[in-house]
């Protein structure tokens, strides 16, 4: 393995006791110190249960005639189930055409069939100004489609479809992307987004920082704040207008069985954020951004409520389309621990890294005791294993991006430009990543390590070559 590009610093001379200390530290502790604390961590995973009570929101008025405006309809189920001590929001087949659902303690939305959709409208007027988070900030925004503050016992399931009903036409164009309905003289967030950023940095009051009508900020799908016991299983989402599943602050968090869909700007499959004890499993992804990207807030924002993601577990995932398939950051100034993914299916020419960790100075923050094992990779455009201290801001900030205690083992690729790709800091290097018992195929440039301490490579090949190294 040959590190491509001058490093700033020489590496250093390893002595043979202090490679064997390494090469024992990177085959085994991650292992012992890591997953043998996973199944503590499932064992508190539990989703919520429900009373054997049924509300059909066509009792309550619903039309599924993909024309009528249901927003009351919805409204009044979810408040008599929430009355009655909880159940199910039944939702039977048909398209449900509505504005903002906000969900109440004890109500599981159940979709009913197959032939369920609940469709969302495209007037921004229907969703109501909310706290929420946009990109890791705090602020008072557009409602995310399906919502909830400060409740717990939480469900939606069933095997129908949740359509965010974005397109080129409609939501997306606010990303003032080239191509995806946007041109020179169309509004769009750049200026709402930059302005957001600079109330962080001044410490403007939460409330104050007021977007909504008349402003370009985006709205989430599914998002879950300040909320705990929740349960999203089995249903199909679509075209949201930004991140699909998004839960801020939220403990005991399982996803499971979903089928995520969109190809827009930002439309990340599910973004756990200043979470813990969060189960993402048997999900299928085919996302215009990460499929996973795991987050704890931006910048001064991240700082300043200073909740990690902890306690985070992918199981059995299928990654298509997308930036990253596993991804931490880059929104991630309170730190991210504890993650652990594993068997998992990461297969596209337009995915462009398997596992990614993305940071800088500015976002600064503390990742570490990253899991990583049994990936089977068929192709990703970029790297099956990057973390880079160089996303956007890169160096040009005053916080320190720290990452440590990385095991990556049992990742089988068949095609990729990099096997590796790890840049530090000089001031920051990245520490302790051990690759292990991995076999990368098709790999069409040698790696780029650069500013990592404790890197341990054992039994790995590229390309068909043993490539066993300790530095």
Request: glycine share 10%.
């Amino acid at each position: 393995m040959v590190a491509a590009g001058a490093l700033a610093v020489a590496p250093p001379v390893v002595s043979l006791r202090r490679a064997s200390a390494w090469a024992s530290r990177g085959a085994g502790a991650a292992e012992r110190d890591g997953w043998r604390d996973l199944p503590a961590i499932l064992a508190r995973i539990r989703p919520p249960t429900f009373p054997a009570r049924d509300f059909d929101v066509t009792a309550f008025g619903a039309v599924g005639d993909d024309h009528a405006d249901n927003t009351r309809a919805f409204r009044a189920a979810i408040a008599a189930c929430q009355a009655a001590g909880g159940g199910r929001v039944v939702v039977p087949g048909g398209t449900f055409m509505t504005g903002a659902i906000e969900l109440k303690s004890g109500v599981n939305l159940h979709l009913a069939e197959r032939a369920t959709t609940i469709r969302f409208t495209r007037d921004p007027a229907a969703y109501p100004v909310v706290l929420t988070r946009f990109e890791g900030m705090e602020c008072m925004n557009f409602s995310p489609l399906i919502y909830a503050i400060e409740q717990e016992r939480l469900a939606i399931t069933g095997t129908g479809t949740l359509d965010g009903n974005a397109d080129c036409e409609h939501w997306w164009p606010w990303k003032g992307r080239t191509g995806c309905g946007w041109s020179a003289g169309v509004p769009n967030q750049d200026a709402d987004r930059r302005a957001l950023a600079a109330m962080v940095e001044r410490g403007v009051p939460v409330r104050d920082r007021r977007f909504g009508p008349g402003h370009y900020l985006r709205p989430q799908f599914i998002e879950p704040y300040r909320s705990r016991n929740i349960l999203i299983e089995g249903v199909t989402l679509r075209n949201s207008p930004m991140w699909h599943v998004h839960p801020v602050l939220c403990t005991n968090v399982t996803v499971q069985g979903l089928s995520i869909v969109a190809d827009g700007p930002n439309t990340d499959g599910c973004d756990p954020e200043s979470s813990r004890d969060v189960l993402i499993r048997d999900c299928s992804f085919d996302t215009g951004d990460d499929c996973i990207a795991i987050k704890s807030g931006r910048n001064a924002d991240g700082r300043r409520v200073s909740v990690p993601s902890e306690n985070i577990v992918i199981q059995g995932c299928r990654m298509k389309n997308g930036h990253g398939g596993i991804t931490i950051g880059s929104e991630i100034s309170a730190g991210v621990r504890n993650v652990f993914a594993e068997d998992c299916r990461l297969d596209s020419p337009n995915l462009d890294f398997a596992v990614r960790v993305k940071d800088n100075a500015m976002r600064g923050g503390l990742v570490e005791n990253l899991f990583v094992r049994n990936l089977d990779v068929g192709q990703v455009s970029r790297a099956a294993v990057t973390i880079d201290f160089y996303y956007e801001e890169a160096e040009n900030g005053p916080f320190t991006p720290r990452v440590r205690h990385v095991r990556i083992e049992g990742v089988k690729t068949r095609q990729a430009e990099y096997a590796l790709y790890l840049r530090g800091f000089e001031r920051a290097p990245i520490r302790e990543v051990s690759i292990v018992d991995c076999d990368f195929n098709g790999v069409t440039k040698d790696d780029l390590v650069e500013r990592v301490v404790g890197l341990v490579v054992q039994n790995v090949r590229i390309n068909g070559r043993r490539v066993d190294r300790v530095e």
